[in-house]
């Protein structure tokens, strides 16, 4: 899994539907989310540290899980299927642990709010990340390619044995 950050709210171009933009800690991929007007605002409200005079959802949320001293662990976005991601929180109270289905927009919203880290699997980076920086990637890759054509078979003996044990 990868942690990733919020790094703000973009409006599609052609539909100017608002997309959460999040990036890995080196700031080389970014993974673009379509999400709704209302969660785009609540999640924008929770980036700019706005209370509202009473607690909306995303708030009343968080109140439920402190009055019931519940922590939220982590966010997951553990999948993309047919265009559509798929999250889950990850709640403890006490010793017990449990994961709880919810769209990556309110887990955002919450995660934010309770300053808990979003995760997203490796699976669904590769699938739907953009990349941010490519001079970094073609240098990684460049430096792969070079790590590989250097490679004999007689280091990896030497690193990984013979299998004879």
Same mark, same amino acid.
């Given at each position: *899994?990868?942690? *990733? ?6 409006? @599609?171009?052609?539909?100017r539907? =608002? ?7 080196? &700031?080389?991929?970014?993974?673009? /989310? ?9 999640? *924008? ?7 509202? =005079? +009473?607690?909306? $959802? ?8 402190? $009055? %019931?001293? *519940? $922590?939220?662990? +982590? ?6 299927? !047919? @265009?559509?991601f ?10 017990? !642990?449990?994961?709880? @289905? #919810? ?7 919450? #995660?934010? +709010?309770?300053?808990?880290?979003? %995760? ?6 590769? &699938? #739907?990340?953009?990349?941010? @920086?490519? &001079? ?8 792969? +390619?070079?790590f /590989? ?17």
């Amino acid at each position: *899994m990868i942690e *990733m950050k919020v790094a703000g709210i973009a409006l @599609d171009a052609i539909t100017r539907s =608002p997309i959460v933009l999040l990036k890995d800690a080196s &700031d080389r991929r970014a993974l673009p /989310i379509y999400i709704g007007q209302e969660q785009a605002r609540a999640i *924008m409200s929770a980036l700019e540290n706005q209370k509202p =005079p +009473r607690p909306l $959802t995303h708030d009343l949320i968080v109140n439920i899980l402190e $009055t %019931w001293n *519940m $922590t939220l662990e +982590r966010v997951i976005i553990h999948s993309l299927q !047919k @265009d559509t991601f798929y999250a889950a929180l990850i709640v403890q109270q006490g010793e017990v !642990k449990k994961e709880i @289905d #919810a769209r990556p927009s309110d887990a955002i919203a919450i #995660a934010l +709010r309770t300053n808990t880290p979003i %995760w997203v699997m490796e699976e669904v980076v590769a &699938d #739907a990340s953009i990349p941010v @920086d490519r &001079d970094a990637d073609e240098a990684e890759q460049q430096a792969f +390619r070079e790590f /590989i054509s250097n490679l004999r078979p007689e280091d990896l003996i030497k690193r990984f044995g013979n299998g004879d044990s």
